[in-house]
């Protein structure tokens, strides 16, 4: 894969890019193969006000456990 500069007449090469493609077209590869399998796990992490430590809300964390490891 390569970083283009419309500005100059090349192109180089990053292979931190490439290996970064790769991995994001692996992950929208498996994706629905995840949902199907009930592969992803909610989290609720509390929103706690500082002032008086009280619960305000939650943020819900996703998180996917593929093949024994989280992606």
């Known amino acids: 894969m390569s970083k ?5 007449l ?3 090469y990053d ?5 970064k493609l790769n991995r ?3 992950i ?3 994706m629905e193969e995840g949902i199907e399998k009930n592969e992803f796990e ?5 929103k706690i006000e500082a002032v ?7 943020e819900a964390l996703v998180r996917w456990k593929h093949n024994g490891k989280y992606i």
């Open 10 to 12: 090349f192109t180089m």
């Open 15 to 19: 292979e931190k890019i490439e290996e």
């Open 52 to 58: 008086n430590e009280m619960v305000i809300g939650a």
């Open 4 to 8: 283009e500069d419309y500005s100059r």
């Open 28 to 30: 929208e590869s498996i």
């Open 24 to 26: 994001e077209h692996y």
């Open 42 to 46: 909610i989290y609720y992490q509390p």
